[in-house]
């Protein structure tokens, strides 16, 4: 019974050690690295304007107006809402993911003056894994530039040459693709970053 008593006492000694190393000490030391290191992104990559938060950059937002940028389609709650992430959850033989997709092909090329027969780049029509997704393709803001442009007055070259400068690269240069951030682009539009 001594021994059964010994190898109880030390059984919680071991478990309440490795909850204060886990649960305490291991994340208030990456927790601080991290404010040191890259406070940006370990508060949240926020995007501020004038001193007040605008958005995240890693969160798509739902803009809607046609002088800006349009974000890909979310699955998110009501759109783009953090605490409904998700995707749709249909399969490529859904009937209703066809139709949503044909719909918002339809409208995209409506929205941005595009031919019938203009082909219309994947991410324009399909909501990301997640709904949250802060960035399109270059093409997919190529094909808006015009749209953008005519609702703000200037030249669609200068709307152009924001979309390049917005533009980042591959990961490490060789991981995903090309994307552009929604978000930080159209607050360059705006004049505000």
């Known amino acids: 019974m001594k021994d059964l008593f010994a ?21 208030a030391v990456v927790w601080g690295i991290a404010q040191v290191v890259f ?23 739902g803009f809607t107006a046609p002088k800006y940028f349009h974000p890909r389609p979310s699955a998110a709650g ?8 998700s995707g749709t959850n249909l399969g490529p033989t859904s009937r ?15 929205e941005n003056g595009l031919p019938p027969d203009a082909l219309v780049p994947v991410d324009a029509v399909t909501s990301s894994a997640s709904g949250l997704d802060p960035h399109i393709s270059p093409a ?5 530039a015009g749209r953008v442009a005519s609702a703000r007055g200037i030249p ?9 400068a917005h533009t980042e690269g591959r990961y490490l240069g060789i991981l995903g693709e090309p ?11 705006d004049g505000k970053l």
């Open 7 to 27: 190898e109880l006492r030390a059984s919680i000694a071991a478990t309440l050690l490795l909850a204060v190393l886990c649960c305490g000490i291991y994340p």
């Open 39 to 61: 406070p940006g992104k370990a508060n949240g990559s926020l995007v501020k304007v004038d001193g007040k938060v605008a958005g995240s950059s890693l969160l798509g937002q």
């Open 78 to 85: 009501q759109g783009y809402d953090a605490a409904g992430s």
């Open 96 to 110: 209703k993911l066809i139709g949503d997709v044909q719909q918002r092909v339809a409208d995209y090329r409506t």
């Open 140 to 144: 997919n803001a190529n094909l808006q």
């Open 156 to 164: 669609k070259e200068e709307v152009l040459r924001k979309i390049r």
């Open 179 to 189: 994307r552009v951030n929604v978000l930080t682009l159209n607050l360059s539009l």
